[in-house]
């Protein structure tokens, strides 16, 4: 299976980005997909989730600034972030998991880098 993510870059304070995540290799439909991110020195921090169902739910962090969102038919996972702050920056993974959760690394993509900073 492939994640490819993309779209993350250097953004002001009160800014928006879009993640894309490109998937392959596996059913898009039947498992959740997971958003974490990672900031220099930190732990892995669950942000957001998307269920088979199209349920999704988010941490208290980011609730309201973020929105994750799926397109089926090319299999791409986003996430929307708006009113960015300063400790949004991290590097933002999106993975394969069971539940809303951190699953292990090795159903991580490479991440792709968000710098909130003016």
């Known amino acids: 299976y492939q994640l490819v993510e993309s779209g993350g870059g250097l953004v002001q304070p009160g800014g928006s980005l879009t993640l894309s995540c490109a998937t392959s290799g596996f059913p898009f439909t039947l498992v959740y997909m997971n958003w974490v991110r990672q900031a220099p020195g930190k732990g892995p921090e669950w942000v957001s989730g998307i269920a088979p169902t199209g349920d999704s739910r988010y941490a208290d962090s980011v609730q309201g600034r973020f929105t994750i969102s799926r397109d089926t038919a090319t299999n791409t996972l986003y996430l929307q972030m708006d009113d960015l702050k300063p400790e949004d920056t991290a590097l933002y993974h999106c993975?394969?998991?069971?539940?809303?959760?951190?699953?292990?690394?090795?159903?991580w993509g490479q991440g792709t880098q968000v710098t909130v900073s003016s």
């Open positions: 993975a394969i998991g069971v539940w809303y959760e951190i699953p292990g690394n090795e159903f």
